[in-house]
């Protein structure tokens, strides 16, 4: 965690002006406990982003492409995050995802699978409901809100936890979650803009 947290000060201190950050609704991030933290997905800044603007370490989850890139291969391995195959049922990744929330760690998602060419949020994939569902985690909506635009405000909001007590309790699936996810991140989105 020492790379983690040393890469966090650094890149706290060029972004956070750069893109004048603006943080909102730390007071709904659990202290404790497995979260699957689900952020839109607007620009390859946003991991980062969500990185420095959360109070506990992320995990994320990132496309096995990006660990194919000789030095950001380590980068991102020291900073904790695990290749996910997207396009495809990814067991190997759903294994490591469920292990984290089972430690009690944050979860990072991007539900959408890719960058958003338009800005818009985009179709959520069924993992992320797969996460809330088969985990006892806290489900954490987040909105990015902004153009990276140097100078420009950007904004992180954090929603209050989803319920999902009650949908696991029913045989909801995982799409079906996903798409109520979905739905808090877009009331972040409208919300705010």
Request: charged share 25%; net charge positive; hydrophobic share 40%.
């Amino acid at each position: 965690m020492f790379f983690y947290k040393f890469a966090r000060i650094i890149v706290k201190i060029i972004l956070t002006p750069l893109f004048r950050i603006e943080t909102i609704g730390l007071e709904n991030i659990p202290k404790k406990g497995g979260i699957v933290l689900c952020s839109n997905h607007i620009n390859n800044l946003d991991p980062p982003v969500v990185g420095i603007t959360m109070k506990r370490p992320v995990i994320f989850m990132a496309k096995e492409e990006l660990f194919n890139i000789p030095v950001l291969n380590k980068i991102i391995r020291l900073c904790h995050a695990f290749p996910v195959k997207r396009g495809k049922a990814d067991r190997e990744a759903l294994r490591k995802g469920l292990e984290t929330l089972r430690e009690g760690k944050v979860l990072g998602v991007f539900p959408e699978g890719t960058r958003s060419k338009t800005g818009e949020l985009g179709k959520g994939m069924s993992g992320v409901g797969f996460f809330a569902l088969k985990s006892d985690a806290y489900v954490i909506p987040c909105a990015i809100i902004g153009t990276y635009k140097p100078f420009r405000k950007t904004k992180v909001v954090y929603g209050k936890p989803i319920p999902f007590d009650e949908l696991r309790n029913k045989k909801t699936s995982a799409e079906e979650a996903t798409e109520l996810i979905m739905t808090h991140i877009k009331e972040i989105l409208l919300q705010y803009k």
